[in-house]
Nanobody
């Protein structure tokens, strides 16, 4: 079992930056791909970014490419999401999850052990 805890969310103005963290406990995630998803009020949970176990392969949603950076520190069992140039449309609860199959898919069904989420609110 893996327990994931997201943190680092907050309320910011458009153009600001935030750094989200996803700390894992229970076992190492060092050999697992990881991903960030987000869910805006009344909308489905959507893919944001994914990173493979080594950090050498990364994929982003088009909407965040160039603004967000996913990274990981396997020694700390933690995954990060650096979010720059935030926009009001980035407002959502952000979740991290473990890649079930290591295929770096964008579908939420490919992921498991979801955290409780951290709220990000961006005002204009």
């Amino acid at each position: 079992q893996v327990h994931l805890v997201e943190s680092g969310g907050g309320s910011v103005q458009a153009g600001a930056s935030l750094r989200l963290s996803c700390a894992a406990s229970g076992r190492s995630i060092g050999m697992n791909g990881m991903a960030w998803f987000r869910q805006a009020p009344g909308k489905e949970r959507t893919f944001v970014a994914t990173i493979n176990w080594s950090g050498e392969e990364i994929k982003y949603a088009d909407s965040v490419t160039g603004r967000f950076t996913i990274s990981r520190d396997n020694a700390k069992n933690t995954v990060y999401l650096q979010m720059n140039s935030l926009k009001p449309e980035d407002t959502a609860v952000y979740y991290c999850a473990v890649d079930r199959f290591g295929m770096m898919e964008t579908s939420r069904q490919a992921y498991t052990y979801w955290g409780q989420g951290t709220q990000v609110t961006v005002s204009s």
